[in-house]
């Protein structure tokens, strides 16, 4: 990603390197987090494992504030005893702090916190009411943002919310049953689905996602391939590919996939090796859409195998055959007077579109 960015950006890419937080940076962070220049001797040495990482050390002190080990009294932060105490110990890394979190939390709002883990990174408060049925929604993300879980980034006309890491997420997903985690995933899609057909559209790549990850597998492969058709129209060839290949993964969760279906997945693929200068990848993929025994593909779909053999013909300098191809197309699809409507495509005229095609690989 970053030598991609800096190949595209140029002089606009700047990269910026972090380092570990000093010793001084570290106390300066603790004493802002408690809003206070006066701590407690030994929380300093309590807290030593952490220094020069900012997110382990706002952590550690979330985890004594809610543990009740270190509180604030008459103006004072006061710290427990722990030299003499064998029921409390503080974990030493940031993931067992996070998880002794959420064990603080109470169910519902652990299962508020679990379902907005697998929305993502960002979401919105409409969407996961749609997930999560609990009339006490919004104030148990007041309370996850009250506790730095979550960041309030609303606006005037939309709820919106963030995780305040990206490492917090991936922590409590990862604490998701997998049968929860199905489920989650499920409703999650169920609730993009029912959004305007515009903003379905937006949130392809996400619906493939959420499916995918669901008991209900065989409902991504259509938001796969339209993902793999964005991808590619923008050339973000690596992206497109591996959207069509969890395409061709899902076909084995369709009970009797179509021809069409399984084609469209298979010409997919083709044009994303052809872009990527893999004819022969491309052919491999063709031929089998061609050579299936079990159903004979419709028209424009052998059509459509033939005008990207030709093309594949064309990149390994084979001029003849690749005409030849060509030819075999345009008779294939001018031959038939079947419907050549295609899904995904546009509305006003996949024919001639094709048509068009044909003529150029010809010229």
Avoid at 24 to 41: C, F, H, I, N, Y
Avoid at 61 to 83: I, K, P, Q, T
Avoid at 87 to 103: C, E, I, Q, S, T
Wanted: proline share 4%.
């Amino acid at each position: 990603m970053i030598s991609k960015a800096e190949r595209v950006l140029r002089e606009r890419c700047l990269r910026v390197s972090l380092d570990r937080l000093s010793e001084k940076q570290s106390r300066t962070l603790v004493q802002e987090v408690l809003e206070s220049a006066d701590l407690p001797p030994k929380l300093r040495g309590l807290l030593q494992p952490f220094s020069g990482h900012p997110l382990a050390l706002e952590e550690a002190l979330r985890f004594l504030v809610e543990r009740g080990w270190l509180w604030r009294s008459a103006d004072r932060w006061r710290l427990s005893e722990f030299e003499h105490s064998v029921d409390r110990r503080l974990p030493d890394n940031f993931k067992d702090l996070a998880l002794g979190r959420l064990d603080a939390l109470e169910s519902g709002t652990l299962h508020v916190l679990q379902a907005a883990a697998v929305l993502g990174e960002n979401f919105d408060e409409g969407v996961l009411s749609q997930i999560v049925s609990d009339p006490g929604l919004h104030p148990r993300l007041a309370e996850l943002v009250d506790r730095g879980w979550l960041l309030d980034e609303s606006t005037t006309d939309r709820l919106r919310y963030r995780f305040k890491h990206t490492l917090t997420r991936e922590t409590i997903y990862a604490t998701l049953l997998a049968s929860k985690r199905q489920l989650l995933h499920q409703r999650a899609g169920e609730a993009l689905e029912s959004l305007s057909p515009a903003a379905r559209e937006e949130q392809v790549e996400l619906l493939a996602h959420h499916f995918g990850h669901s008991a209900l597998r065989d409902r991504s492969l259509h938001y796969l391939a339209r993902a793999g058709q964005k991808s590619l129209a923008r050339y973000a060839l690596g992206e497109s590919l591996s959207f069509y290949q969890q395409a061709q993964e899902a076909l084995a969760y369709v009970t009797n996939p179509t021809v069409r279906l399984a084609a469209n997945v298979n010409l997919g693929l083709a044009d994303v090796y052809l872009e990527l200068g893999e004819p022969s990848a491309a052919v491999e993929r063709l031929s089998a859409v061609l050579s299936s025994e079990a159903q004979v593909p419709p028209s424009e779909v052998r059509a459509g195998c033939l005008r990207r053999l030709g093309a594949a013909n064309r990149d390994l300098g084979e001029y003849p055959a690749a005409l030849g191809r060509y030819q075999a197309a345009r008779e294939a699809l001018t031959s038939q007077g079947e419907s050549t409507a295609q899904p995904f495509a546009p509305a006003s005229g996949p024919r001639e579109e094709e048509l068009l095609e044909i003529s150029l690989g010809e010229a």
